[in-house]
């Protein structure tokens, strides 16, 4: 089906965000809208997933003052607020004549629209990729931590697949002692969690970490 329609189906490696950073970047604002409907509004995931869509929709992309909204129907998107504010009655004297243009204005004008606008988004792009890489080399991890440090640990569902919240959980769980720090790679640790040290340690980027702070 692929070859009869043109499409070039591309692989990515399972249960690894990063390695389809194009689908999974949407994903985590998806989730953080809908988190916080969750927990601060009580609204379950099908009551916030048309506000999702049009947050994202709505907002125009990184460097550009334009949305997927316009660009897909060559004009601005209107909020609820101002679509309730159009009078379609004057209110002083006569309403002016109105002019409505041919469809093939329409269509040549939208064209036009749509070339400029491509033409944006592609320079934004581009300086948005040289701006992260540029950004991606200076990562670096300074937090650095001991063997016998407790820790917390950022997990993608905390609660187990079965949890209410599931996915929109909060995704701090712990805490973990640390009890090894890989000797080939430093900013990677063995945890065990606290009070259970029979258990069989699992290795942990220092990424997926923060540090477990207890009360005086």
Known sequence: M???FGIKHLRATPYHPTGNAFVERPHRTYNSIMRTFLHKYGKEFDETLP?????????????????????VFGMKPIDPNSAALIEKHCLWGKPAAERFQSP???????????????????TARLQVLRRNQSLL??????????????????TPNPGGARQMYGKL???????????EVNPRNPDVYRLVPLGQPNREPTSHHVRELCPYITRP
Do not use: M
Request: charged content about 20%; aromatic content about 12%; overall charge positive.
């Open 2 to 4: 692929c070859k009869q």
């Open 51 to 71: 506000y999702a869509c049009r947050a994202l929709n709505t907002h125009a992309f990184d460097g550009t003052t334009v949305s997927p909204y316009e660009l």
């Open 104 to 122: 093939q204005e329409s269509i040549q004008l939208l064209r036009a629209r749509l070339d400029e606008v491509r033409t944006q988004l592609t």
């Open 137 to 154: 080399r200076q990562v670096q991890y300074s937090h650095k931590y001991h063997v016998g440090d407790l820790v917390l640990r950022w």
């Open 169 to 179: 959980a909060y995704k701090c769980t712990g805490p973990y002692k640390i009890v």
